[in-house]
Structures are given as structure tokens and as C-alpha cells.
């Protein structure tokens, strides 16, 4: 089962001054809801909690989808105006609320409750791949932990596949940057939140501890469909 839908569309003119309404009748803004998950918010437990959960879900992910719609709005506005200052101006926020949106999208699709697949290592094609690449599945594992362990700050590690090389990478990002910010041709199989309301809750300031648990839930078959699209077997 797929996540809910993510887009709604509903008319901009319905949101602005009326009198810009005549005018902007007949676009069409393309905005964003918070998608359900597919599973429970205590389905993860023990390696993050329930409470974390909803409340990753349920206000932060909320937030990242309502400020970038509301930036999308004023954008809308902006250019249907000819007002440039303002249209570089929401830039920022576009990029960071947007991010939010795409990397938490990404991220409740790579998790699993374990009774359901969650942590069971990659099969097929993309377990060779890792193997090949990394030498083992414990070896990524590592790397990602330590890299994510090390980030400073707010962001993101990132097991991604570039698609035109046919090779897997390991990256991270800063704040909400998307992994394509890295790279075009960058596409994300698995993307861990270390920001600090990811595990606070749970594990207070020892992000390596949320690390360490975090694969025990990893969802490595939406992984392997990933990449197994991007990389076909002939
Ligand atoms: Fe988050």
C-alpha cells in the first residue's frame, strides 16, 4: 500500500485577495498534505517510540507541509505581481519547508515495524551491490552510523544510488537539503533523520544509541525497489 495522496490542488483565487482572483482564476496551486503512515506510531517500538513518532509525524512533518504551502502561496502571489525582492526572498524558506516535506516522506517509507520486514537485510541486487561496494552490509552500516553520529548540527545521512553510474553513495545533508542537493543524478534508497526531534525523546543527547537501534526497523525491501528501478537487471 502506497503512502495517501501527497498533492492537492485547489485554486489559488480562493486563497488571495479577491481582486487578484479575476486575475488568477484560472491557475491552479498545486499544494502538499501530510501523508498517512503505514503503520502504527508504537508499531517501531522499542527502537523509537510511539511518542516520538506521532509527534515527529504529527507536528513536525505538519509544519514543514503547512509553511511550505504558505510559501508556495506567497510565491504565487510574488511572481503574479512582478515583485522579484519577494520571490528570492521566500527562496529559503521554500527550500527548507520543501526539503521537510520530501525527506520525511522518503524517511516513513524507510522505516518498518520489525514483525513486518523491518531490519531484515537487502536482498537481490541491491545486497550485492552493497556487499560489492561497502564489503558487507555491516560495513555500510557502520558508515552510515558514524557519519550520521558526526554530522554537526541538524540533517540528514543518506544511502543514495546515482542512476547514471549505477553506483551507491553515501552522503549527507545539512538542515532539510534534499540528497539531489548533492547531486542531480542522486536518487535516495535510505535517508535517517539525526535531527534532535527524532530522538530526543527517547534517547536524550546519545544520537549514536538511536543509531545503532534505528536499523533494527530499517525498511531495506522499499530500498531494494528503489533501486532495482533505477538499476534494472538485464
Ligand atoms: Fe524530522
Redesign the pocket.
Known amino acids: 500500500m502506497a503512502l495517501r495522496t501527497l498533492l492537492s490542488r485547489r485554486t489559488l483565487a480562493a486563497t488571495v485577495r479577491p481582486e487578484l482572483g479575476s486575475f488568477l482564476g484560472l491557475r491552479n496551486l498545486v499544494t502538499f498534505s501530510l501523508p498517512d503512515l503505514l503503520y502504527d506510531y508504537g508499531a517501531l517500538e522499542p527502537a523509537i517510540s510511539g511518542e516520538i513518532m506521532q509527534l ?1 509525524h504529527q507536528k ?2 505538519q509544519a514543514y507541509v503547512t509553511n511550505y504551502n504558505k510559501a508556495l502561496e506567497q510565491l504565487e502571489l510574488a511572481v503574479s505581481k512582478g515583485d522579484v525582492s519577494s520571490v528570492v526572498k521566500l527562496q529559503s524558506a521554500l527550500k527548507f519547508n520543501g526539503g ?1 516535506h520530501v ?2 516522506s522518503i ?1 516513513w517509507k524507510n522505516l518498518a515495524p520489525a514483525r513486518e520486514g523491518g531490519g531484515e537485510p537487502p536482498k537481490g541486487s541491491l545486497g550485492w551491490a552493497i556487499d560489492t561496494e561497502f564489503g558487507s552490509l555491516e560495513t555500510l552500516i557502520s558508515k552510515m552510523s558514524t557519519q550520521g553520529a558526526t554530522l554537526q548540527g541538524s540533517g540528514w545521512v543518506w544511502l543514495g544510488v546515482d542512476k547514471d553510474l549505477k553506483k551507491l553513495v553515501v552522503e549527507t545533508t545539512a538542515n ?1 537539503d534534499p540528497l539531489v542537493t548533492k547531486g542531480a543524478t542522486l536518487v535516495p534508497l535510505i535517508g535517517i ?1 539525526v ?1 534532535e ?2 530522538y530526543y525523546l527517547q534517547y536524550k543527547n546519545v544520537r549514536p544509541d538511536y543509531l545503532n537501534n534505528i536499523w533494527k526497523v530499517i525498511n531495506w525491501k522499499y530500498a531494494t525497489e528503489v533501486y532495482e528501478k533505477e538499476c534494472p537487471v538485464h
Open positions: 515527529h513536525h512533518h521537510g525527506n520525511h524517511f532539510q533523520d535531527w526531534h527524532a
